[in-house]
């Protein structure tokens, strides 16, 4: 600590430790066990906070698997399959994302000139600058009960009546794969850019086909890569908001959407912060599966 | 060798098919901000106009749709996100640095956790952020009691610019650190020889080279704080920014203000992202001529020397935008010729739809007139009665005001 002071001088110290103790303590470890403590409390109004009634409780977490007393199911059956409706979803995308990424980030690594390459890179940053709202919407526009495609269809004749895209979950699953392409593209190039062009051709020549070539040099040397990709898409997928509220039919329910539901419309704060523990939980474990599965550490991942 | 021509073809069209994708959606979006008619759409095209971008319109039915221009709602919420952007970047980039720099300064142990830790905010959904920055300080509100720290812990831009400060800082901090990895210690330790303080090779050493790092990460803390929306929504609490704002817009329903504000966001994109490489490719260019500058000093071999080249190449891109000027005044010219261009077109549009909507609005009063006088009659119908006759009732159309048909009801 000593040390520390000596090196910086004490100007500069005071402004790191200030700096640092402010953002690591009080904007993120604080917060996030305040509400850990917070999920496990009764539901008081604020005057009976910290009365005898304040003690721990496991309420909340027994309605999200029980459901609430009055109603005869033995199981929350509504939150328990919007939970695991939005993990699986996420768990699609991610793959749909990797298997549509690759392909395009192997051609700006390898195939493509440097010039061509910077210039897709420029291209596909601009409509990633867009805010997620107004790209939802974008697809929105296509995808409406009026919309440009069911408008299309109806004029050249293939279909009769107009197909309910937003109802079918079509535009829901279309929208998140959409929204989040750019994290999948951009760990992908950098990790298959590092490859040596010189390893492809070696197996070219000593008469491995391409897709063995992929398989057995491209996709373990990109392996950081699609650990680091996979992840940031699950994340931001599981934990969506935008683009459900904008795309999803009145009768899908994402999970973020039971919280933002427990917190604002029906003011249980503690019930939305078990929830919120809930999907924390799954970003955490899915995030130390990646790390076991392709033997990456956690540095690695986040770049 | 062919068989590897047919592959890369292949690669092409799917490249193709991928940034449709990409862009089809932005495009035609951008395109339905033009067309007149209050729900955005290509295919049944009313006019060309550019309402949405000025004062919207008022509905036939008498609902009012904003356009941009007329929109306080939108100008208030830019104005809130424009502060908290601001707000954002003056916290998280000093913390960025901070941090970054003593990653550098840690012993190996201490960094793994300190690293970890650091990058954790990126993993966190945002709406975990958002929510746990509101509980906290609604607590700490309720233990303040009345006066500054309640006043505080319910201000929701306040709130807003803590919670997103939470993860942006960690964007900085990773841009700081991918730039301290480059930094060449022994600077600092020259520095100090020849009798710098450690302020002094703060400032005069150390701030100067991350200067790049600074104004990228203030640019991404800035974009990134202003297109926030998951964190936004909770924690800005009774306020609205640019993002709520949409978002409440879209969920009420779909109108082409959005389209609209949606192609001026895509404008001043493109423009910053156009702008931003040109500055790069010249800077490239200038690094590169100073190399070979550099070395022709040093071999004095004349081959070496680049004559500057005078004359004015024209880029490639050129073409694309020659082509979508030549298409663009192409379809103008043709909108214009069939009358779907301008004012006119846009009241005819208008009038068709009034008296569209008044010849229905009279077809269902008479056909409530005629079950009336067939339930009188004493038919087998019956069922008006059981709902109480309500669609009889000529009052009820009463409060649509204003319409043509008023006039007719009152003739019959």
Not at chain 1, 210 to 228: L, Q
Not at chain 2, 233 to 262: E, H
């Amino acid at each position: 600590m000593n040390y520390f002071f000596n090196k910086n001088g004490p100007l500069i110290s005071t402004y790191f430790v200030i700096a640092i103790v402010f953002w690591l303590v009080f904007l993120i470890i604080i917060p996030q066990l305040y509400m850990l403590d917070l999920s496990f409390r009764p539901n008081l109004p604020p005057l009976l906070r910290g009365g005898p009634d304040d003690v721990h409780t496991l309420t909340h977490y027994k309605y999200f698997i029980f459901g609430s007393e009055t109603s005869d199911d033995p199981y929350n059956y509504v939150d328990i399959g919007v939970f695991f409706n939005t993990i699986s979803t996420a768990i699609f995308v991610t793959i749909i994302n990797l298997c549509f990424c690759y392909p395009i980030a192997f051609y700006m690594a390898k195939v493509a000139s440097p010039n061509t390459s910077r210039l897709l890179i420029v291209s596909l940053i601009i409509p990633f600058w867009i805010n997620e709202l107004l790209r939802s919407f974008a697809l929105r526009i296509l995808f409406a009960g009026e919309g440009v495609i069911n408008n299309i269809l109806l004029g050249t004749g293939l279909i009769d009546s107009g197909i309910n895209f937003i109802a079918m979950d079509v535009a829901l699953y279309t929208g998140l794969t959409y929204a989040y392409i750019l994290l999948m593209i951009f760990p992908l190039y950098n990790a298959i850019e590092s490859l040596d062009k010189n390893q492809l051709e070696a197996a070219k020549d000593l008469g491995s086909s391409t897709i063995r070539t992929h398989w057995r040099i491209v996709i373990p040397h990109a392996k950081a890569g699609i650990a680091s990709g996979c992840t940031m898409v699950f994340m931001l997928t599981a934990g969506a908001l935008a683009t459900p509220v904008v795309l999803s039919s009145p009768n899908t329910y994402w999970f973020t959407q039971l919280i933002y539901q427990w917190f604002n419309m029906n003011d249980n704060w503690s019930r939305g912060s078990a929830y919120s523990i809930l999907l924390l939980t799954v970003s955490v474990v899915f995030v130390l599966l990646m790390m076991r599965i392709f033997k990456v550490k956690i540095g690695e991942i986040i770049r | 060798m062919k068989s590897q021509h047919a592959l890369n073809f292949l690669l092409g069209i799917y490249i193709f098919i991928f940034f449709s994708y990409l862009f089809g959606p932005l495009i035609i979006m951008s395109i339905t901000s033009f067309n007149s008619l209050e729900f955005p759409s290509i295919t049944p095209w009313e006019c060309f106009s550019f309402r949405w971008f000025n004062e919207g319109k008022i509905a036939y039915d008498g609902q009012h749709l904003a356009g941009l221009a007329s929109d306080w709602r939108l100008q208030d919420g830019l104005i809130k996100s424009l502060i908290i952007g601001l707000g954002v970047v003056i916290l998280s980039v000093p913390i960025g640095m901070a941090a970054s720099i003593v990653l550098t300064q840690v012993h190996s142990r201490l960094r793994t956790v300190f690293y970890s830790v650091s990058i954790m905010p990126v993993l966190f959904p945002g709406v975990i952020i958002g929510i746990s920055t509101v509980v906290l300080w609604d607590r700490i509100a309720t233990i303040g009691g009345e006066g500054l720290i309640a006043d505080i812990g319910r201000n929701g831009i306040f709130l807003t610019i803590l919670g997103q400060t939470c993860f942006i800082s960690t964007y900085c901090f990773l841009i700081f650190v991918a730039r301290l990895q480059r930094f060449d210690q022994t600077q600092e330790e020259a520095a100090l020889d020849l009798g710098a303080t450690q302020t002094q090779v703060f400032f005069k050493i150390l701030i100067p080279y991350l200067m790049p790092a600074i104004a990228s990460s203030a640019v991404i803390a800035f974009l990134a704080s202003f297109e926030n929306y998951n964190t936004t929504v909770f924690s800005i609490l009774s306020d609205q920014t640019l993002t709520t704002v949409i978002a409440s817009k879209v969920r009420l329903g779909i109108s082409p203000a959005i389209s609209a504000l949606a192609l001026v966001i895509i404008l001043l994109t493109l423009f910053v992202a156009i702008i931003y490489e040109i500055l790069r490719r010249r800077e490239d260019r200038k690094k590169k001529e100073r190399q070979d500058q550099l070395i022709y000093e040093e071999t004095k071999d004349s081959r070496l020397k680049k004559e500057a080249k005078k004359s004015f190449k024209l880029p490639k891109s050129i073409y694309v935008f020659l082509f979508i000027f030549i298409v663009g005044i192409f379809g103008f010219n043709q909108l214009i010729k069939n009358g779907l261009y301008g004012k006119e077109c846009v009241a005819a549009a208008e009038e068709a739809k009034k008296s569209n909507f008044s010849d229905q609005l009279k077809l269902l009063q008479q056909n409530a007139e005629s079950v009336d006088e067939k339930a009188l009659e004493g038919g087998e119908l019956g069922g008006n009665k059981d709902y109480g006759d309500i669609f009889g009732d000529t009052n009820l159309f009463k409060d649509f005001g204003g319409f043509d048909t008023k006039e007719d009801n009152k003739e019959e």
